[in-house]
């Protein structure tokens, strides 16, 4: 089983952000697979995630609006769009893989 993280880096306040959580060695199509971030000095918290054969998905309050997850099927890869990033937003950001985790990537929103 891999789960891997990847598309972080540097953004200005505003600014656009695609995450994405490449999975393997499970069963993509109906898995749950959730996005979780880790702001400095404080605990991980519920982003969003998209589950089930219809891929359904579900945001905590503090994205909805501004963060949009998608998956590829056929690469076995979850995506979030992230839009009009603040300060705020600024973590390191986990994809939970039908409960395995990937080391995580760095979103840093800063002028």
């Known amino acids: 089983v891999q789960v891997v993280e990847s598309g972080g880096g540097l953004v200005q306040p505003g600014g656009t952000l695609t995450l994405a959580c490449a999975c393997s060695?499970?069963?993509?199509?109906?898995?749950?697979i959730r996005w979780f971030r880790q702001p400095p000095g404080k605990d991980r918290e519920f982003v969003a995630d998209?589950?089930?054969?219809?891929?359904?998905?579900w945001y905590a309050d503090f994205v909805k609006g501004r963060f949009t997850i998608f998956r590829d099927i056929a690469r076995s890869t979850v995506y979030l769009q992230m839009q009009n990033l603040t300060s705020e937003d600024t973590a390191v950001y986990y994809c939970?893989?039908?409960?395995?985790w990937g080391p995580g990537t760095q979103v840093t929103v800063s002028s």
């Open positions: 939970d893989g039908n409960g395995n």
């Open positions: 060695g499970f069963p993509f199509g109906g898995a749950i």
């Open positions: 998209i589950r089930g054969k219809a891929g359904l998905p």
